[in-house]
């Protein structure tokens, strides 16, 4: 049976933050544990380049993405694992899938178009702030999802219409020049899909509501502690499919602890103590990578290296299809 081909990347725009984990990473390596799948996962920092413009935070955060992954147990053995910018041929594509992207498609991408929406209800010209980067985020996109053949792209619900877009982009292109690109699909965690952030907005690096993953214990039970919550009274029953404390415990806790989590909130739990337990589950689970975390973010050498093997790998797939892409256009 032929593997499947899955993919995805995660752009160093900030710390590493639950979100991401649970969004995007926990599913992920679930993903390449399983032997029939082929996993591509990569660093997405020139998507980053839409934001980030400063060069030390550039490198810090795309180590520190690098050094997430692995700590959280990617095996970069199994997986091939890059940095985006370490192949080339990714922009090569997205050029090309440029010249096949209708403007209008652009026009309509979420990111794009709530920019838009911001500058008009401050009063400010529709494009301010706007670089052609992050206008033409979804075809670098694009081009990542298609140059792998992916068939499976694990994403957050934010990103589904990104990858329709290389779906569309895709058909565009062989509908011209006959079978080349895979159809990608979109896989996302039904039930996490939008994970709330401190303020009950989603969980975003945008709103600053986030909590780093790797973040200190002491740091950690503060933030957990900043939740919001309803205001009902320790005594009162409370609803675990509308509590973020519980959506999160659920990720981290073994399934026995959230039967009986389940049963002290229908009977009756303190917001305080559901925190605290909350703490000590997260905790747990994450002393372990965090350790790991810190020892590899003092490592650069080792991570360029486990990058710079990953790009080898990926370029062997890279490189020919490039080639073969190149044909069919009559270049
Ligand atoms: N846009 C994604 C995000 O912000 C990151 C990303 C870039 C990505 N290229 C990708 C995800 C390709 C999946 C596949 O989260």
């Known amino acids: 049976m032929m593997k499947k081909q899955v993919l995805t990347g995660i752009?160093?725009?900030?710390?590493?933050?639950?979100?991401?984990?649970?969004?995007?990473?926990?599913?992920?390596?679930?993903?390449?544990?399983?032997?029939?799948?082929?996993?591509?996962?990569?660093?997405?920092?020139?998507?980053?380049?839409?934001?980030?413009?400063?060069?030390?935070?550039?490198?810090?955060?795309?180590?520190?993405?690098?050094?997430?992954?692995?700590?959280?147990?990617?095996?970069?053995?199994?997986?091939?694992?890059?940095?985006?910018?370490?192949?080339?041929?990714?922009?090569?594509?997205?050029?090309?899938?440029?010249?096949?992207?209708p403007k209008g498609i652009m026009n309509r991408a979420h990111a794009y178009k709530s920019m838009v929406e911001d500058n008009q209800n401050s009063g400010r010209e529709a494009d301010a702030g706007v670089n052609m980067g992050l206008f033409t985020y979804p075809?670098?996109?694009?081009?990542?999802?298609?140059l792998f053949q992916t068939e499976l792209v694990p994403v957050g619900k934010d990103q589904i219409q990104h990858v329709e877009i290389a779906r569309d982009l895709a058909e565009n292109f062989n509908k011209q020049y006959g079978e080349t690109f895979v159809l990608p699909e979109y896989i996302i965690q039904e039930e996490t899909s939008v994970l709330p952030g401190l303020d009950g907005r989603k969980m975003s690096k945008s709103y600053n509501n986030t909590i780093p993953l790797f973040e200190e214990p002491k740091k950690l039970q503060k933030l957990i502690n900043k939740i919001k919550t309803d205001s009902s009274t320790p005594e009162e029953p409370k609803d675990t499919e509308s509590s973020v404390i519980f959506s999160l415990y659920k990720e981290f806790a073994t399934s026995d602890q959230v039967e009986e989590m389940?049963?002290?909130?229908?009977?009756?739990?303190?917001?305080?103590?559901?925190?605290?337990?909350?703490?000590?589950?997260?905790?747990?689970?994450?002393?372990?990578?965090?350790?790991?975390?810190?020892?590899?973010?003092?490592?650069?050498?080792?991570?360029?290296?486990?990058?710079?093997?990953?790009?080898?790998?990926?370029?062997?797939?890279?490189?020919?299809?490039?080639?073969?892409?190149?044909?069919?256009?009559?270049?």
């Open 11 to 101: 752009k160093p725009t900030g710390r590493i933050h639950l979100g991401n984990y649970i969004g995007a990473i926990k599913p992920a390596l679930r993903l390449a544990e399983n032997v029939s799948y082929n996993t591509a996962y990569f660093v997405a920092d020139y998507h980053g380049l839409t934001k980030v413009h400063d060069q030390h935070e550039m490198k810090e955060l795309s180590y520190g993405v690098t050094a997430a992954w692995l700590a959280l147990g990617l095996n970069p053995d199994r997986a091939i694992f890059y940095r985006q910018s370490d192949v080339p041929e990714i922009f090569e594509l997205s050029w090309i899938l440029a010249c096949f992207a």
């Open 262 to 331: 389940r049963g002290r909130f229908q009977g009756g739990i303190g917001w305080g103590e559901a925190k605290k337990e909350l703490f000590g589950v997260m905790n747990s689970f994450i002393e372990e990578p965090r350790s790991k975390y810190k020892e590899l973010m003092a490592n650069p050498h080792l991570l360029d290296s486990i990058l710079q093997m990953g790009a080898i790998k990926a370029r062997e797939k890279t490189i020919p299809f490039m080639k073969e892409i190149k044909r069919k256009i009559g270049i």
């Open 139 to 146: 075809i670098l996109m694009a081009a990542d999802i298609l």
